[in-house]
């Protein structure tokens, strides 16, 4: 079983910076993908940015040049350097880990950006 626990998230000014962390541990082995979702009230969650072994690196549209996603393999860590917030990027943020074609989620950080 694998645990997924993010950290990192809180109340920033538009313009601000804020950089999400999420550690993986359990029975793990080295992540196929990780990624970074976003869920906002009333809205479906989206995808934020993954690293994937296969794919490489993507991110929405919505948060290019923007936010960094980095991964530190040997400890199966992956982060979201998040600059220049924007009122709307006010959401929970959940991380996801793909270890052995299994899917995981961790319990998700809010994130809040005032205007």
């Known amino acids: 079983q694998v645990q997924l626990v993010e950290s990192g998230g809180g109340l920033v000014q538009a313009g601000g910076s804020l950089r999400l962390s999420c550690a993986a541990s359990?029975?793990?082995?080295?992540?196929?993908?990780m990624a970074w979702y976003r869920q906002a009230p009333e809205k479906q969650r989206e995808l934020v940015a993954t690293?994937?072994?296969?794919?490489?690196?993507n991110y929405a549209d919505s948060v290019k040049g923007r936010f960094t996603i980095s991964r530190h393999n040997a400890e199966n860590t992956v982060y979201l350097q998040m600059d220049s917030l924007k009122p709307e990027d006010t959401a929970v943020y959940y991380c996801n880990g793909n270890f052995n074609w299994r899917t995981y989620w961790g319990q998700g950080t809010q994130v809040t950006v005032s205007s």
């Open positions: 690293d994937s072994n296969t794919g490489g690196i």
């Open positions: 359990g029975s793990v082995s080295r992540a196929i993908s």
